[in-house]
């Protein structure tokens, strides 16, 4: 993470119109993602800022109750999308974010994959492993080793993705569709 110095302890932290706008909006994607609203704006507020702030620092800030502004703390740093530093001087814990938008997506793909994407892969090959279908459900088994073909595929592919650096993402995304034309693939639907 690469945050500037932390912000001195008694200073307030006045946000702009637009800093206001970007972090109310990014607390509406958070939780069309399935992130609590004040988690992503106390994420948003620290990426916006720029440098490590206080919990108190962070209430008062966004408006947001010192006990909601811990617990969502924690749930950032249980994300690995903020780490604790601290101010000689000062015993509370400052948190910061990193700066850089490649590591931070890195970071919440590669998370969201292992919370979500690969248990369910787990469960699909015990399941597939475990269980004895009858012969009314052989099509069933069938589609339920057609998904997990397609998920641990995808699992492959995205593992291989975030090995790559962000300027070879980029180019490999801009050239998206330039790659299906050069292949000479159409597909319709």
């Given at each position: 993470m690469q945050a500037e110095t932390p912000i001195a302890t008694d200073e307030k932290i006045q946000l702009s119109e637009l800093g206001s706008q970007f972090i109310l909006h990014w607390g509406e994607m958070g939780s069309r993602w399935g992130i609590n609203r004040t988690v992503s704006q106390i994420h948003a507020f620290l990426f916006f800022i720029g440098k490590p702030a206080n919990a108190e620092q962070i209430a008062?800030?966004?408006?947001?109750?010192?006990?909601?502004?811990?617990?969502?703390?924690?749930?950032?740093?249980n994300w690995n999308l903020i780490r604790?530093?601290?101010?000689?001087?000062?015993?509370?814990?400052?948190?910061?974010?990193?700066?850089?938008?490649?590591?931070?997506?890195?970071t919440v793909i590669s998370e969201r994959k292992a919370r979500e994407f690969d248990?369910?892969?787990?469960?699909?090959?015990?399941?597939?492993?475990?269980n004895t279908f009858n012969q009314n459900e052989l099509a069933a088994r069938e589609?339920?080793?057609?998904?997990?073909?397609?998920?641990?595929?995808?699992?492959?592919?995205g593992d291989e993705m975030l090995?790559?650096?962000?300027?070879?993402?980029?180019?490999?995304?801009?050239?998206?569709?330039?790659?299906?034309?050069?292949?000479?693939?159409?597909?319709?639907k």
């Open positions: 008062d800030s966004l408006q947001v109750a010192r006990s909601n502004v811990s617990n969502s703390l924690k749930e950032l740093q604790v530093t601290h101010i000689m001087g000062d015993r509370r814990d400052y948190f910061e974010t990193s700066l850089d938008v490649w590591q931070l997506f890195f248990p369910t892969v787990k469960f699909l090959e015990d399941y597939l492993a475990n589609r339920v080793r057609a998904m997990l073909n397609l998920m641990q595929t995808l699992s492959i592919w090995k790559f650096k962000p300027s070879t993402l980029t180019t490999i995304m801009k050239y998206g569709a330039k790659i299906k034309n050069m292949l000479g693939i159409y597909e319709g």
